[in-house]
């Protein structure tokens, strides 16, 4: 797999024990596999305990070997599944992952958290000096 959708698993809905994130994640997975092999091949998703953006609930990330990582908020398994899929493969297609919030689709242009750039890692050679 080239890229990983991350959900949160420990959202809770404001004021409730809900916790949407099991059951986006069940949704997303099927819509995926319904989707083509531009996403079915691509994607992976899978759940984690919390990525630090508890006040907007539900919380999905996008990653990328080489690729800026996104992290959306307020995502809801309800409404949110089709921009989610329409999201995977934009990303698919995008050499470096970078896009602007206009060129998101639907609720992906406001709910954005963070975009961080891939890391590129600079390896330095290191000379030894013959004394
Ligand atoms: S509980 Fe979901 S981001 Fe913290």
């Known amino acids: 797999m080239e890229h990983k959708i991350t959900i949160c698993t420990s959202c809770r809905h404001k004021g409730t024990e809900c916790r949407p994130g099991y059951e986006l994640i069940e949704r997303l997975r099927k819509a995926i596999a319904l989707a083509g092999e531009t996403v079915t091949d691509g994607f992976e998703v899978s759940g984690v305990a919390c990525m630090a953006g ?22 809801d398994p309800d409404t949110d599944i089709d921009d989610l899929l329409s999201f995977a493969r934009q990303y698919a297609a995008l050499e470096d992952g970078w896009c602007t919030s206009l060129d998101r689709p639907g609720k992906l242009r406001t709910s954005t958290l963070a975009r961080v750039p891939a890391a590129i890692l600079a390896i330095e050679e290191t000379k030894v000096r013959a004394s």
């Not at 508890?54 to 995502?75: E, M, N, Q, S, W």
């Open 54 to 75: 508890c006040d907007r609930p539900c919380t999905v990330a996008y990653h990328g070997t080489r690729k800026a990582t996104y992290l959306f908020g307020d995502i």
